[in-house]
């Protein structure tokens, strides 16, 4: 897919046939999510001005694809954003509670906002920095989207889970190397069940890649 050239307005992607196995009877929440983020989310900086083109495959049933890994229970999403993946999440597994943590006013409005229009009774929204934020109690998944670099990530996200906790971060198609530059924070953090999931493959152009990964259960 070729990106508009500067004279020429960026036009949403249209809707794959993936997106529908992804969200399943939750696909109409996903679509007014998209075509929200569609026509506020240049404005607000909260994607690029490129991203219209390619806000379906890249972003929404990208973030999408992980919603099989989560488990019931208590999910935080670090550095929340768009809600890349955390609103996208909540929407495709309405039996999670997902924690969205954002530190920044407008992106944390923006949080709200689509908690309150897309009627998620499954999410709450905390304005703080990971390093900084105080939940009620530890997480039983933590999972987050182009926020740093593992070696940078584990040390923030780690200290989040409960025993036994499991980190569901999404990476891009460096994560091996980026494995290698974190053996120091996967040592200290004592995490264990390290492997990389790739997801999507044969099903969409653009495959999802997560670090997957144990902190210790005692």
């Known amino acids: 897919m070729t990106d508009p050239s500067p004279d020429q307005p960026a036009v949403l992607e249209p809707e794959p046939s993936s997106a529908a196995v992804v969200f399943g009877d939750r696909l109409e929440l996903a679509r007014t999510f998209t075509e929200n983020l569609a026509r506020h989310g240049e404005e607000l900086g909260l994607i690029g001005p490129l991203e219209l083109p390619r806000l379906w495959s890249r972003h929404v049933v990208n973030s999408g694809l ?119 924070a996967i040592r200290r953090f004592k995490l264990t069940d390290v492997e990389v999931v790739v997801l999507g493959e044969g099903a969409v152009d653009e495959v999802t890649r997560v670090f997957r990964a144990r902190v210790p259960s005692a």
């Open 66 to 184: 992980v919603a099989p890994l989560l488990r019931p229970g208590r999910v935080g999403d670090v550095g929340s954003g768009a809600g890349l993946p955390g609103l996208v999440l909540a929407i495709a597994r309405p039996d999670v509670q997902l924690t969205l943590i954002e530190p920044m006013e407008r992106r944390v409005a923006w949080l709200e906002r689509q908690v309150d229009e897309l009627g998620l009774e499954n999410v709450e929204v905390v304005r703080a920095r990971a390093e900084e934020v105080r939940l009620k109690g530890r997480l039983d998944q933590v999972t987050a989207r182009a926020v740093s670099a593992l070696r940078t990530l584990i040390p923030i996200t780690a200290p989040l889970l409960r025993p036994g906790g499991e980190l569901v971060l999404m990476k891009g198609s460096g994560v091996d190397a980026e494995i290698g530059a974190a053996e120091k």
